[in-house]
C-alpha cells in the first residue's frame, strides 16, 4: 500500500458495534419492597381475614371498648416518618386496621391479605427503600391484644434490577480509539436496559440508552422493544468533532 507523502488519510468512525458472550440468566430484575406480619394472625386456630374482629382473635386477652386505640408508627418508602393513633372497639377488624395504616402511608399501600392472614406493605415503587411498621396498643387502653407474632418484617427487600457492565472499543471519526462502558440491567424476566458512559472525558452522549432488550425464553436474542431514544442506536458528541457519530448496535450474538 502506498500513501503519498503528505496525504491526509480519513479516519473511520465506528459505524456498528457487534455483541458477543452471554449475559447472567441468574440476575434477577428489580423489586418493590414489601413488609408483611412475620406469622398470620389467628382467630380460632386458623388463619384470620379481613372481616375478623379484633376482639375475635386468639390473641386478644381482653375486649376492646369505644376509647381504646391503637398506637401506629413507621417509616415510608423514602425514609420519611409516619404515625397514627388508630380508634378502635367492638366492631373493629383486621380490615379497618389494614385501612387506617393505608391512610397513613406515602408511596406505599396496605391491605390485609385474607390467603395468608397477614398485614402486608408494598411500596409503589420498585428499588431500595426503608419501610417499617410498629404497632402497639395504647398504655391507657381497657382492651389488649398481643400483636408480637405479627410484628411486620421485611418479606422482600426493595432492589434495583441487576448490573451487568461491561467495556466497548470503538473509532471516532479521526481514527481515535475510544472506550464506552456498557452497564446492562435487568428490568424483567429475559429483558434488560442498557446505558453507555465514557470512561474518560471525551465527549457527551446524545442518545445512550437502548430500553427493552429481549430475550427467547432459550437466552437467544429476540428484538428491541425501545424506539426513539432507546431503540437500537447511539449518538455522540465527541468533542471538537462537528459531526456527531451514530452508532448501531447489534445484539444478534448475545
Same mark, same amino acid.
Request: charged share 25%; net charge negative; no cysteine.
Given at each position: 500500500i502506498k500513501v503519498p507523502l503528505g496525504a491526509v488519510v480519513p479516519g473511520q468512525a465506528t459505524a456498528t458495534a457487534k455483541f458477543s458472550g452471554n449475559i447472567p440468566s441468574a440476575a434477577t430484575p428489580p423489586a418493590a419492597e414489601i413488609l408483611s406480619s412475620r406469622a398470620p394472625f389467628k382467630v380460632g386456630g386458623a388463619n384470620a381475614t379481613s372481616a375478623t374482629l379484633l376482639n375475635s382473635l386468639d390473641k386478644n386477652s381482653i375486649d376492646y371498648v369505644a376509647g381504646d386505640s391503637?398506637?401506629?408508627?413507621g417509616t415510608n418508602p423514602d425514609g420519611s416518618s409516619f404515625s397514627g393513633s388508630f380508634a378502635v372497639n367492638a366492631t373493629t377488624t383486621l380490615g379497618d386496621l389494614a385501612t387506617y395504616i393505608d391512610g397513613l402511608l406515602t408511596g406505599a399501600n396496605a391491605t390485609f391479605d385474607n390467603a395468608t392472614g397477614k398485614l402486608v406493605v408494598t411500596a409503589d415503587a420498585?428499588?431500595?427503600a426503608e419501610m417499617s411498621l410498629t404497632f402497639e396498643d395504647d398504655a391507657g387502653n381497657t382492651g389488649s @391484644?398481643?400483636?408480637d407474632d405479627n410484628e411486620a418484617i421485611v418479606s422482600t427487600e426493595g432492589k434495583d434490577g441487576d448490573i451487568v457492565t461491561t467495556h466497548v472499543q470503538i473509532f471516532d471519526a479521526r481514527g481515535q480509539t475510544q472506550t464506552m462502558i456498557a452497564e446492562f440491567q435487568k428490568q424483567d424476566n429475559? *429483558?434488560?436496559?442498557l446505558t453507555f458512559s465514557f470512561a474518560d472525558s471525551v465527549g457527551a452522549f446524545v442518545d445512550s440508552t437502548v430500553t427493552g432488550i429481549e430475550f427467547n425464553d432459550d437466552g437467544t436474542f429476540f428484538r428491541i422493544n425501545g424506539t426513539g431514544v432507546g431503540? *437500537?442506536?447511539?449518538?455522540?458528541?465527541?468533542d471538537s468533532i462537528a459531526d456527531?457519530? @451514530?452508532?448501531?448496535?447489534?445484539f444478534s450474538r448475545l
Open positions: 391503637i398506637d401506629i408508627a420498585v428499588g431500595p @391484644t398481643n400483636f429475559n *429483558s434488560w436496559d431503540d *437500537s442506536e447511539i449518538e455522540i458528541a465527541f456527531n457519530q @451514530t452508532i448501531k448496535l447489534d
